[in-house]
Nanobody, 115 residues
Framework: QVQLVESGGGLVQAGGSLRLSCAASGIIFSFADMGWYRQAPGKQRELVARISRSGSTNYADSVKGRFTISRDNGKRTVYLQMNSLKPEDTAVYYC?????????WGQGTQVTVSS
C-alpha cells in the first residue's frame, strides 16, 4: 500500500518560511519522480516543484528563487523549503509521487500566509 504523508504546514506571516516534508512508503522511493502541488480555494491544482529520480528539478515561475525542492532517498522523504512566503502562496499543498507511470497523492497539508 502506497502512502505519502505530508507535514510541516501551518500559519506564517508574509516574508516568513516553512519547510514541508513528505514521507513515502510502499514504493521504491529512489525510482520515483516526486513533486509538490498546491490548490487554493476556487482554483485548480497546480504544480509547484518537481524533482526527478536523478535529482533534476523544475519549478513554477511563481515560486522560482523562493522555494527549493530536495529529496533524501535514504529517508524516503521529499522536502519543500519555502522562503519569502506571500499571501498568494496560501493553499493546500499535496505531495505527489510518480512510480511505475502511476501517480500517487498525499492527503495534503494547509499552508496559510497572513499579510
Amino acid at each position: 500500500q502506497v502512502q505519502l504523508v505530508e507535514s510541516g504546514g501551518g500559519l506564517v506571516q508574509a516574508g516568513g518560511s516553512l519547510r514541508l516534508s513528505c514521507a513515502a512508503s510502499g514504493i521504491i522511493f529512489s525510482f520515483a519522480d516526486m513533486g509538490w502541488y498546491r490548490q487554493a480555494p476556487g482554483k485548480q491544482r497546480e504544480l509547484v516543484a518537481r524533482i526527478s529520480r536523478s535529482g533534476s528539478t523544475n519549478y513554477a515561475d511563481s515560486v522560482k528563487g523562493r522555494f527549493t525542492i530536495s529529496r533524501d532517498n535514504g529517508k524516503r522523504t521529499v522536502y519543500l523549503q519555502m522562503n519569502s512566503l506571500k499571501p498568494e502562496d496560501t493553499a493546500v499543498y499535496y505531495c505527489n509521487a510518480v512510480f511505475g507511470s502511476y501517480p500517487y497523492w498525499g492527503q495534503g497539508t494547509q499552508v496559510t500566509v497572513s499579510s
